[in-house]
T-cell receptor
Framework: DQQVKQNSPSLSVQEGRISILNCDYT??????FLWYKKYPAEGPTFLIS?????DKNEDGRFTVFLNKSAKHLSLHIVPSQPGDSAVYFC??????????????FGAGTQVVVTP | ETGVTQTPRHLVMGMTNKKSLKCEQH?????MYWYKQSAKKPLELMFV???????ENNSVPSRFSPECPNSSHLFLHLHTLQPEDSALYLC????????????????FGSGTQLSVL
């Protein structure tokens, strides 16, 4: 039962333009969300996160938006740079005792930034 | 360099072999994890350890046997694997188990790419 879904397996965007990555979740208990970035032959690295008490979090070129009623979050990258070409994973967490340690991931979106 | 080191980077094994994956973290973290990543699929949580104690076994077949001798080291012992077990196996660590409200970031190693023939 996949609780975190990234329905776009790939995204191609021109350098300088905005990249928008989408993520949907089904578990209403999720209240903390993270994005990870993965280059080939490397492990995922943390990018940005958001708590359910917020609807937006910004860090430089990266902004995450959360729509709790729609169970949807998105990652915006502005402007996109060639070094942003990677796989991006959405992840979600329920901050409850029986969910300790259980970070649920989506299948990832491969982003390619073209010159 | 994330502070989490996995060896080997690549492993090819037959279905009757026994092998082990090793993970070491130099971050002083208390929690360690094994994840499996198959092609085009979400990262799948396998095991969670907190202060050397296993706190989660996500219905993983017994042909995968984890071992955590101390908070810095984590092993995954493999025996009689199947070809469908071929995947990228990722180790991760965090200060405390994610979800406890302290720091929810996982730090991943580069993974072991496993092929079972």
């Amino acid at each position: 039962d996949q609780q975190v879904k990234q329905n776009s397996p790939s995204l191609s965007v021109q350098e300088g333009r905005i990249s928008i990555l989408n993520c949907d979740y089904t578990n209403s208990m999720f209240d903390y969300f993270l994005w990870y970035k993965k280059y080939p032959a490397e492990g995922p690295t943390f990018l940005i996160s958001i708590s359910s008490i917020k609807d937006k979090n910004e860090d430089g070129r990266f902004t995450v938006f959360l729509n709790k009623s729609a169970k949807h979050l998105s990652l915006h990258i502005v402007p996109s740079q060639p070094g942003d070409s990677a796989v991006y994973f959405c992840a979600a967490l329920a901050m409850t005792t029986d969910s300790w340690g259980k970070l649920q991931f989506g299948a990832g979106t491969q982003v390619v930034v073209t010159p | 360099e994330t502070g989490v080191t996995q060896t080997p980077r690549h492993l090819v094994m037959g279905m009757t072999n026994k092998k082990s994956l090793k993970c070491e973290q130099h971050l002083g973290h208390n929690a360690m994890y094994w994840y499996k990543q198959s092609a085009k699929k979400p990262l799948e949580l396998m095991f969670v350890y907190n202060f050397k104690e296993q706190t989660e076994n996500n219905s993983v077949p017994s042909r995968f046997s984890p071992e955590c001798p101390n908070s810095s080291h984590l092993f995954l012992h493999l025996h009689t694997l199947q070809p469908e077990d071929s995947a990228l196996y990722l180790c991760a660590s965090s200060q405390d188990p994610v979800g406890t409200g302290a720091n929810e970031k996982l730090f991943f190693g580069s993974g072991t790419q496993l092929s079972v023939l």
